[in-house]
T-cell receptor, first 115, second 112 residues
Framework: AQSVSQHNHHVILSEAASLELGCNYSYGGTVNLFWYVQYPGQHLQLLLKYFSGDPLVKGIKGFEAEFIKSKFSFNLRKPSVQWSDTAEYFC?????????????FGSGTRLSIRP | DTAVSQTPKYLVTQMGNDKSIKCEQN?????MYWYKQDSKKFLKIMFSYNNKELIINETVPNRFSPKSPDKAHLNLHINSLELGDSAVYFC???????????FGPGTRLTVT
């Protein structure tokens, strides 16, 4: 069965620091990969996605993620964070071709930015 | 224009009551979902419908019953509410299974 691991539960950074949030998945086949963001009190919004092609994916608000197939990873990065990036970040995976296609979400990483 | 809408936004009720949450999407998507997000922000899928047909039914108590009158609507009815049902419930939709999902604003259910 597919699963998603986000090892960082809570990350605290100062403004302008660089960010990398880890995401690993377990599934041997082809996958679709996603990062979602949930700002305080709001619903989940898509940050970026990877289906195929260039493994370095650029999303909204300066975020990017790199798919490394050999490591089963899809880490999220941002070179310089802002206070407004304070939110919960969810990595998600879909196993392509599965009979009941669903997206599995990681447990989330809370990002707190000190102004 | 609201893409995925849910009503109500807040729901406070007593144990043992029956309640419903409604969800509507105007994106023309074929697939809709219900998720439960607990106090630790863990997001767990409950149900998924594709063109009014149930395709995913996770391990959810049968007190929870989804209903999809048409592909733009997916409602969630909960019988005999329990304290442990307190959570935020999110509806979502996607073009088809496995594609990016668009989430509603959530319904915060509090059972007292």
């Amino acid at each position: 069965a597919q699963s998603v691991s986000q090892h960082n539960h809570h990350v605290i950074l100062s403004e302008a620091a660089s960010l990398e949030l880890g995401c690993n998945y377990s599934y041997g086949g082809t996958v679709n990969l996603f990062w979602y963001v949930q700002y305080p009190g709001q619903h989940l919004q898509l940050l970026l996605k990877y289906f195929s092609g260039d493994p370095l994916v650029k999303g909204i608000k300066g975020f990017e993620a790199e798919f490394i197939k050999s490591k089963f990873s899809f880490n999220l990065r941002k070179p310089s964070v802002q206070w407004s990036d304070t939110a919960e970040y969810f990595c998600a995976v879909n196993a392509r071709g599965s009979s009941a296609s669903k997206i599995i979400f990681g447990s989330g990483t809370r990002l707190s930015i000190r102004p | 224009d609201t893409a995925v809408s849910q009503t109500p936004k807040y729901l406070v009720t007593q144990m043992g009551n029956d309640k419903s949450i409604k969800c509507e999407q105007n994106l023309g998507h074929d697939t809709m979902y219900w998720y439960k997000q607990d106090s630790k922000k863990f997001l767990k899928i409950m149900f998924s419908y594709n063109n009014k047909e149930l395709i995913i039914n996770e391990t959810v108590p049968n007190r929870f019953s989804p209903k999809s009158p048409d592909k733009a609507h997916l409602n969630l009815h909960i019988n005999s509410l329990e304290l442990g049902d307190s959570a935020v419930y999110f509806c979502a939709s996607s073009q088809e299974g496995g594609h990016e999902q668009y989430f509603g604003p959530g319904t915060r259910l509090t059972v007292t």
